[in-house]
T-cell receptor, first 115, second 114 residues
Framework: DTGVSQDPRHKITKRGQNVTFRCDPI?????LYWYRQTLGQGPEFLTY????????KSRLLSDRFSAERPKGSFSTLEIQRTEQGDSAMYLC?????????????FGPGTRLTVL | KQEVTQIPAALSVPEGENLVLNCSFT??????LQWFRQDPGKGLTSLLL?????REQTSGRLNASLDKSSGRSTLYIAASQPGDSATYLC?????????????FGKGTKLSVKP
């Protein structure tokens, strides 16, 4: 059990470019979550998957954002036409069972800087 | 809509002190409440999870309590050490609405001076 991993750890891009982040959850964890955290704030929910199904999306997830979990294992989060306001830490978490009350285990995050 | 508030925003204490971090929430219909630790530029580490039917949880020098009726949780850290320096976040998981996303406070930044 190596924990939740995220790649890349840091990404610097120019405004208008597309970026994609990857999250590998803990093996056999059914649920996978994406959160965004800006400086001095707590993480804010973006979306979550149960296996390969994307069951909920926050209003924070604009049309420029898309997330996938094609085989119910790893997930990707893509941001198209990045804006400076997208600069944040993007956190991925997974939880082991179908119960919503299980602990969420967080990855190290991907820090995005949009110039 | 659930709102989570943490007080104080920052705290500095000398090594060895016992301390309490506070978390309040507006909607008492929660499944559970979790406390996390976040080191600078890093992800979150789960410290304690209190189910709605429980009143407290303990792990080593940490003790977390939950009072749903008053909408409050506290994290007690005994005999603080410099290695405890980090930001501590509380998060509530609510009934209804979103199926499982946590609502976080802004955190308390703790500094323990040697």
């Amino acid at each position: 059990d190596t924990g939740v991993s995220q790649d890349p750890r840091h990404k610097i891009t120019k405004r208008g470019q597309n970026v994609t982040f990857r999250c590998d959850p803990i093996s056999e964890h059914n649920r996978l979550y994406w959160y965004r955290q800006t400086l001095g704030q707590g993480p804010e929910f973006l979306t979550y998957f149960q296996n390969e199904a994307q069951l909920e999306k926050s209003r924070l997830l604009s049309d420029r954002f898309s997330a996938e979990r094609p085989k119910g294992s790893f997930s990707t989060l893509e941001i198209q036409r990045t804006e400076q306001g997208d600069s944040a830490m993007y956190l991925c978490a997974s939880s082991p069972r179908l119960s919503v009350t299980d602990t969420q285990y967080f990855g190290p995050g991907t820090r995005l800087t949009v110039l | 809509k659930q709102e989570v508030t943490q007080i104080p925003a920052a705290l500095s204490v000398p090594e060895g002190e016992n301390l309490v971090l506070n978390c309040s929430f507006t909607d008492s219909a929660i499944y559970n409440l979790q406390w996390f630790r976040q080191d600078p530029g890093k992800g979150l580490t789960s410290l304690l999870l209190i189910q709605s039917s429980q009143r407290e949880q303990t792990s080593g020098r940490l003790n977390a309590s939950l009072d749903k009726s008053s909408g409050r949780s506290t994290l007690y850290i005994a005999a603080s050490q410099p290695g405890d320096s980090a930001t501590y976040l509380c998060a509530g998981l609510n009934y209804g609405g979103s199926q499982g996303n946590l609502i976080f406070g802004k955190g308390t930044k703790l500094s323990v001076k040697p």
